[in-house]
Structure formats: C-alpha cells, structure tokens
C-alpha cells in the first residue's frame, strides 16, 4: 500500500511537473529501478561533457556535491559531443540498486530524467532497459487542426 500511494503521488508530481514547465517534450513512463541512471552519469561544464579528471577533482573541491560522485568509465565511439566524455557513478547505490540515502538525495537524483530539448535534439536517449522516455508534447497533425 506505501509503494502504491508512493508511486501515485510520484505520477501527479510527474504530470504537474510536464503541464508547468511545459515544452516540445514530456517526460513517461516509470522508473524500473535498475540503478543504471545512477552508474552512468554525464556532467559537463560550460565547455561540455567533463573528459578531464583534474577538471573533475577540481569541481569536487569547489562543490562538496560532487564528493558524492566517482569516475566509472568513459564513452568511446558516441557522437562527437559525447565521445570521450568520463562517466560517473554515485557512491551511495547499492548492489542491489537500492539509493542508501533516498530521503536526503540531492536535487539532481530528484529531479532525473530532466527534460532538455537540447540534448535530445543532437540525439541522446534514455539508458537502455529504462523506464522513462521522451515523446513530443503534440504531434504535427495537432498542429496542423
């Protein structure tokens, strides 16, 4: 009964959070808790996705938030954007895929899949086998009504 009232208010914050900050996207579907999104992350800065692990112990010690982050690979033969970009994973998931601070998560766990029309313009998707994905806000044909 917790999981159902837990996983109903989680779909109204989902719709409401969709109309507000409406866009050419919305966010569906539900999380499969495969704890992949928490084992392949992409941080970037202005200049773009973070290949340079001095630039990323640099901003751990500017940011305490990023503490909570370690290096676990690096994308290799991905569009040019991303090829080379270092892949982080959280150090507070655990091996069955469980968040071991779920109620005091940061605002980025939080706020995942956040909607960024820019990115799935140059093509990047959700992690395979995930719940979520994007689909445009309304179709061409509604348009043209």
């Not at 996705?49 to 751990?60: C, G, H, L, P, T």
Request: charged share 30%.
């Amino acid at each position: 009964m917790k999981n159902n009232l837990k996983n109903f208010f989680e779909d109204i914050i989902l719709e409401i959070k969709n109309k507000l900050f409406s866009s050419k996207y919305v966010l569906k579907g539900k999380c499969k808790r495969c704890g992949r999104c928490c084992r392949n992350i992409l941080f970037s800065t202005k200049e773009g996705y973070i290949k340079d692990e001095n630039i990323f112990k640099d901003m751990q010690k500017k940011y305490r938030y990023y503490k909570n982050f370690r290096i676990s690979g690096k994308i290799e033969n991905k569009q040019d954007f991303q090829n080379g970009a270092l892949t982080f994973e959280c150090k507070f998931i655990s091996k069955n895929n469980k968040c071991l601070i779920y109620p005091i998560r940061p605002i980025f766990c939080r706020d995942y899949p956040n909607i960024n029309p820019e990115l799935i313009y140059n093509g990047v998707k959700m992690l395979d086998e995930c719940g979520f994905y994007f689909d445009v806000n309304k179709k061409f044909e509604e348009y043209l009504n």
